[in-house]
């Protein structure tokens, strides 16, 4: 078992920066996918970002590349979202994930969610 806890959401104007954690328990993040998701108000969750097992390679989703980078620390069983240029449209719930296999793979299909931390991008 996995318990993710994300933290560092919060209010900022479009053009900011911002940088979620995610805080991993129960057993070690080493040899497994991580990643975020997000689900904005009325929508279905959406693909954000994935780092594999090996965290050999990075994906993102096509409305985040270029301005959110994740990436993961072993040692402190940490997984990061850094945000930039954040848009209103970027204004959503996001989770972070972990599966034993892969997280680019339909939400349904991932075995590890956290609670989720909310992020709101104003005009």
């Known amino acids: 078992q996995v318990q993710l806890v994300e933290s560092g959401g919060g209010l900022v104007q479009a053009g900011d920066s911002l940088t979620l954690s995610c805080v991993a328990s129960g057993r070690t993040i080493e040899n497994i996918a991580v990643g975020w998701f997000r689900q904005a108000p009325g929508k279905e969750r959406e693909f954000v970002t994935a780092?594999?097992?090996?965290?050999?390679?990075?994906y993102y989703g096509d409305s985040v590349k270029g301005r959110f980078t994740s990436s993961r620390d072993n040692a402190k069983n940490t997984v990061y979202l850094q945000m930039n240029s954040l848009k209103p449209d970027d204004t959503a719930i996001y989770y972070c994930?972990?599966?034993?296999?892969?997280?680019?793979?339909?939400?349904?299909?991932?075995?590890?969610w956290g609670q989720g931390t909310q992020v709101t991008v104003y005009s």
């Open positions: 780092i594999t097992r090996t965290g050999g390679y990075t």
């Open positions: 994930v972990a599966d034993p296999g892969s997280v680019v793979r339909p939400a349904h299909a991932i075995e590890y």
